[in-house]
């Protein structure tokens, strides 16, 4: 139940507040076992429970699905859930195993709270990163949090909180723990955290700043098979060219993933030699989310790109984290022969762009850091963009998922990102949330398209943005929480059980 509650949390702002009560029950429910197979069980449904609400639903709600590519989603969606309970319960084994089999309750709870935060870190290393189903992402609507966000990221707000719901289970349990002591105990833990979170406000349209610089976000809410036809085109140009009018010189327009469907040509003619003049004319430069063919050594291949145009030159950055099941095949030498016969597809697809393409951009004289849509899940990927940059962007493609569940994770995805990062985070997307999201957990969010298929928003960007101490130093705060189970185990591997603190004995 508990781990089922902490999926729902993830359905929206008002949700949220479930997090907190599901990881003190089930703080609970460890500090009840009485043997290694209860704990484990209560871990491993724990999780199950919860991945299962927070991703599971994604596969039913997949637009455009036939019987058989509906069957490969929820075949994906297995595999992230058993990847996700592989994550907990790994670091678990080796963590419990030190503590030998009479412990107390208090070494219980510290191996199920070290054992989620570790696994909430083992995640990154899978299809699909820690941003679906993140425990950070309800966590992070506690307010004040952009504070310890921006120094342990969602990771270390993780951990911080499943060691919050272990130090309350024990206060409330423990029989050490009498009458108004043990509740000032919970209260200290847990009431300041559930009598705020209704106060917090929710993502709304809010004034933009002064002090900042111009950028005209281009949202659509483009048909797939629309998008590649020719009166389909000729409205993305319209729109385009109206976008570029309104930032105006020395300012940036963003469109979605896949704005435009087909690769660029390999000589500048026709409309796209138009394109590039007005770029040179107005002055604007313009990131455009499309395909585009790469010849290499491996041969000619498709990518995912941002293409920036600019006034007299044009660069790009490579989508690296594709989307399992839907741009790529995991497994192909294994599962090729099932996804050519009966899901009638192919091999070739989106390829994961070459470490070279992988790089910031200089976007109207503003280091940036790009992401495209899939990879805003995986938090190394946006510190590593983060690092050296002033600002975020994410070009995202929302249109095969309708669902409210999903809109919802992707704003409180992406104000999780701009409060770790210290940057603003500009989401631009065609058939979902477009917003800017401010590193002190504001939202500024574009009104629905109310009917409109192509719609410009103008925003201004806060300028001089500069990256957290997290975002400089993700990769060693990973391994350390990715690690600590195994250095707690390795003294029992040498005959010498880790110096666990005395407790209360089960």
């Known amino acids: 139940m508990s781990g089922a509650l902490i999926g729902l949390s993830l359905a929206g702002p008002a949700w949220s507040v479930l997090a907190w009560p599901a990881l003190l029950l089930w703080a609970v429910g460890i500090h009840g076992c009485q043997d290694r197979r209860q704990e484990a069980a209560c871990l491993a449904w724990g999780v199950w429970a919860w991945s299962s609400v927070g991703t599971v639903w994604v596969a039913t709600a997949v637009h455009d699905a036939s019987d058989a590519r509906l069957l490969w989603q929820w075949l994906t969606m297995l595999v992230s859930v058993v990847h996700h309970s592989a994550c907990v319960m790994l670091p678990w084994v080796p963590l419990r195993w030190s503590m030998g089999r009479d412990t107390t309750a208090r070494q219980r709870l510290a191996a199920w709270a070290i054992a989620l935060a570790s696994g909430e870190t083992w995640r990154q290393w899978g299809c699909a990163g820690h941003g679906y189903a993140s425990l950070a992402d309800p966590l992070s609507a ?43 105990a919970v209260a200290a833990v847990l009431l300041p955290i559930l009598l705020a979170l209704p106060l917090r406000p929710t993502p709304t349209e809010t004034r933009a700043h002064n002090d900042g610089w111009r950028v005209v976000a281009l949202a659509t809410h483009i048909d797939h098979g629309q998008a590649s036809s020719r009166p389909g085109r000729d409205r993305q140009l319209a729109a385009l060219d109206q976008a570029m009018q309104l930032a105006g010189a020395g300012q940036a327009v963003v469109t979605p993933e896949t704005f435009f469907a087909e690769p660029p040509p390999q000589r500048a003619e026709g409309v796209w030699a138009d394109l590039l003049r007005q770029v040179d004319t107005s002055g604007v430069t313009v990131l455009l989310g499309m395909p585009h063919a790469l010849q290499d050594e491996t041969g000619l291949r498709i990518i995912n790109t941002a293409l920036q145009l600019a006034p007299g030159r044009a660069s790009m950055y490579g989508k690296r984290r594709l989307v399992p099941g839907g741009e790529y095949l995991p497994w192909p030498s294994l599962m090729g022969w099932i996804d050519g016969p009966v899901f009638g597809r192919t091999l070739e697809g989106p390829s994961p762009a070459p470490e070279e393409l992988v790089q910031s951009l200089l976007v109207a004289g503003h280091a940036t850091g790009v992401l495209i849509c899939h990879e805003m899940s995986f938090a190394l990927e946006a510190a590593e963009r983060a690092a050296n940059t002033e600002w975020l962007v994410v070009l995202s493609e929302d249109g095969w998922i309708d669902h409210p569940m999903y809109r919802q994770q992707m704003v409180a995805l992406a104000r999780l990102r701009a409060m770790e990062t210290g940057l603003p985070l500009l989401r631009v997307a065609n058939g979902g949330p477009t917003l800017l999201a401010l590193p002190d957990g504001r939202v500024q969010r574009m009104l629905p398209l109310r009917g409109a298929r192509i719609q410009p928003w103008p925003v201004v960007v806060p300028a001089g943005g500069t990256a957290s101490f997290y975002a400089r130093s993700a990769a060693p705060q990973w391994w350390l929480l990715a690690l600590f189970p195994l250095a707690r185990a390795l003294p029992a591997a040498f005959g010498q059980r880790a110096p666990w603190r005395r407790g209360v004995s089960a």
Do not use: E, N
């Not at 120094?151 to 206060?171: F, K, M, P, R, T």
């Open 142 to 184: 506690v307010p004040g949090a952009a504070l310890p966000l921006s120094l342990v990221g969602g990771l270390g707000l993780s951990a911080i909180g499943c060691a919050a719901a272990a130090v309350a289970a024990l206060a409330l349990l423990s029989p050490d723990h009498r009458g108004p002591r043990r509740m000032a």
